[in-house]
């Protein structure tokens, strides 16, 4: 399986964390996966997609059963807590996966996250012909460098050109999450965002799509992979108990428990895989 990750120009990168870019090493009609391979389920291509603040799938010669769907082209995805199972009905996958910051996808496109939250849609189901046109100039780029250019350009042309209050107020939220480990309350939320506590949870789930009890559980879990996946590249042992305790969490059971709720992993499972094939293991992993 091959992944290639291709940053979004820097403009864009308060927005979207990343282009990840996958195509699987054959197809069951020229090779026979091995039995013990988890990726590959009766003959079928399994991947699993881990919790996120709201995603596009873009896929190419391919159809894909997404929780029970079956899609080709664009797919949106809304924040979600649980993983995500992607299954081609080929065998065969190839396509990009379009992970968002938190906030990201409503600042770029008008999406009200809290009505796409959980779901799982096709760019006709959503009906927006931009998303549409930019799904076939995809289909159609010859390499990941010009598919990556293309978004970046399609993107830039909507990041809105007067101040987003709520945006900016959202941003200065979350690096005060992020400053007290997970540790505020929606009250204190919504004092961060200078608004009241009624028109904060409003903003918070229109923009990010999860209540900010959730949203908090989702940050840490990401934050503590990422660490997790920042040591192994290092070279440098991994604390599960020092990262838990750097995180937030109240020991390592309770991180243990979040990770299995969120990842359907533990932690030491994370640990074992160290740097999996996709060298990021907050969007993927194998």
Request: hydrophobic share 45%; glycine share 6%; with cysteine.
């Given at each position: ?198 028109q904060f949870l409003r903003v918070f ?82």
């Amino acid at each position: 399986m091959h992944f290639r990750i291709i940053e979004p120009t820097e403009a864009l990168r308060p927005y979207i964390s990343r282009y990840v870019f996958v195509m699987a090493e054959g197809s069951t009609d020229i090779m026979t996966p091995p039995a013990d391979d988890p990726r590959f389920v009766n003959g079928k291509h399994v991947q699993q997609l881990l919790p996120n603040y709201g995603s596009m799938i873009f896929m190419r010669n391919v159809v894909a059963d997404i929780n029970g769907t079956c899609f080709d082209g664009l797919v949106l995805l809304g924040a979600n807590q649980t993983t995500i199972s992607l299954t081609t009905v080929s065998g065969w996958f190839e396509g990009m996966m379009l992970d968002f910051e938190p906030g990201g996808m409503h600042a770029l496109l008008g999406i009200d996250l809290q009505q796409l939250s959980g779901k799982v849609l096709s760019a006709s189901d959503y009906a927006d012909e931009g998303l549409l046109q930019l799904d076939l100039l995809y289909k159609d780029s010859i390499n990941e460098e010009e598919a990556a250019r293309l978004l970046d350009a399609f993107f830039l042309g909507h990041i809105l050109h007067k101040e987003d209050s709520n945006y900016t107020r959202l941003s200065k939220v979350i690096a005060a999450c992020d400053a007290m480990k997970g540790n505020i309350t929606a009250a204190e939320m919504a004092s961060v965002a200078c608004l009241s506590e009624r028109q904060f949870l409003r903003v918070f789930r229109q923009y990010v799509g999860l209540p900010p009890k959730q949203f908090v559980r989702l940050r840490r879990f990401h934050r503590a992979i990422q660490t997790m996946q920042q040591m192994s590249a290092a070279g440098k042992p991994i604390d599960l108990l020092a990262i838990a305790l750097q995180h937030g969490y109240y020991d390592l059971s309770h991180m243990a428990m979040e990770f299995q709720q969120m990842g359907c992993v533990s932690p030491s499972h994370f640990r074992m895989l160290g740097i999996p094939l996709t060298a990021d293991f907050s969007v993927f992993f194998a």
